[in-house]
């Protein structure tokens, strides 16, 4: 493809933009001189903003532009972030989110080929009116990452390998070290760090605070010297980790707010993660971390980190993958939560931890 200014077009949720890293690393690859923007919600930016397959991002404050529309320096702000869109004079534009809110901003950008998903698999079919290229589906792809290669993939001969559908988040050594510094400190005594992340938008996602505490304990029990920290987001998030380090005891920490690449290098020094389907697990596969998720109202083969250091859980109920999101209550929650159990995750956790 002769495509010297190249925009991928992924705004968010945050284990989306984590996902998308592999195919931004792809076009870097195959377009190794080619100048490649991200255009991301704002909230994001911290995933993409010095990864070496960007060259520049543009964050854009949908959220609050949503909320405050009628103001007339929204106006002026959403003028200015499109002329910053439209700075980078774009051949192809990439749209990896598939809905209406990426198909605006694909548009919007200039781009004289807008490539994105087919009718059979976009988010929201309305997205098919903004994109003029749409790549064919392939039922082999399964994951995600499979699909986001797909689209990146097709004007360079549409082939990918594995190796290509594992998202890299970059973690300096220096910044490993700093963050292995903070982890013995926080945690005198410890010998090995697990990191944990329990919080989730959906609530078909979560497991009980208790089934975490269980889990570190457990682990705690096969790996002596083990050391946990609880990443969490808002104020509910707190809550709930504070409540997991009461019920988990001993050598459980709570980790502070931090941005995305400090809480990248925490993870990375960790080594070991475990959580359910949520951005922080995903970004910490990215940044070299061993997991083990649990997937309940969410689809494992289509999300879940893939290779050999990773492990996702579903669980076996028919119904399950539900796909039911945010405060929608599903009849079966309670019996679905308790279909896997902590020694499962427990089992897996310490399978990684041998090696």
Known sequence: MGADKILIVKLSAMGDVVHALAAAAFIRKAAPDARITWAVDSRFA????????????VPLDIKAWKSRWSAPATRKEVAAAIRSLRLGGHDVAFDLQGNIKSGVVTILSGAPVRIGFPKEIAREK????????????????????????????????????????????????????????????????????????????????????TFWASVIVLLRDLAPGLGTVLSWGGEAEKVEAELIAALAGGRVALLPRMGYPELAATYAACGHMIGPDCGPLHLAAAAGAATVSVFRGSVGEYAAPEGERHRFLQAPQPCTGCQIKGNKVCPRDAECRESITPAEVAGAMEEFMKC
């Open 126 to 209: 309305p997205n098919l009116w903004f994109t003029n290229r749409h790549v064919a589906h392939d039922p082999a792809d399964r994951h995600i990452t499979h699909r986001l290669l797909r689209l990146a993939s097709a004007p360079f001969g549409g082939t990918f390998s594995p190796e290509d559908a594992r998202p890299f988040f970059p973690v300096s050594p220096d910044a490993r070290q700093a963050a292995g510094d903070r982890l013995r400190e926080a945690l005198p005594g410890a010998t090995r760090f697990l990191a944990l992340h329990a919080g989730t938008t959906w609530n078909t996602k979560q497991m009980d605070p």
């Open 46 to 57: 911290g995933l993409v903003e010095g990864h070496p397959a960007v060259d520049r991002v």
